[in-house]
């Protein structure tokens, strides 16, 4: 069965940075676009970030570009996102997605069929 688990969520203070990890089991990141939005309370879920399959290009939200940094190691099967200077606005709920085989990046959640539980990243002012 395929599964994407988020870790490296936290509080932390204004300034700060984190690394988010979405490790998958059951399905190849490799081969897929992989993509991070964040909800915040009383908020819509919005994009973040996403790294095309294979060698890809990454894509930022203008809200993070320059600060956030995607990478993947294939041989564990994970994607992260560093976080540097992090916002209160950041705070969110943080989610992976992984979408189908060989298909684009996109900043649509609609473009994704896999999606992990989330991690809560708070940013203290």
């Known amino acids: 069965q395929a599964q994407l688990v988020e870790s490296g969520g936290g509080l932390v203070q204004a300034g700060g940075s984190l690394r988010l990890s979405c490790a998958a089991s059951?399905?190849?990141?490799?081969?897929?676009?992989c993509g991070w939005f964040r909800q915040a309370p009383g908020k819509e879920r919005e994009f973040v970030a996403s790294i095309d399959h294979g060698a890809g290009s990454a894509y930022y939200a203008l809200s993070v570009k320059g600060r956030f940094t995607l990478a993947r190691d294939n041989e564990k099967n994970t994607v992260y996102q560093q976080m540097n200077n992090l916002e209160p606005e950041d705070t969110a709920v943080y989610y992976c997605a992984a979408s189908r085989r060989f298909q684009g990046y996109s900043s649509d959640p609609l473009g994704y069929s896999y999606w992990g539980q989330g991690t809560q990243v708070t940013v203290s002012s």
């Open positions: 059951g399905l190849t990141l490799s081969a897929r676009a």
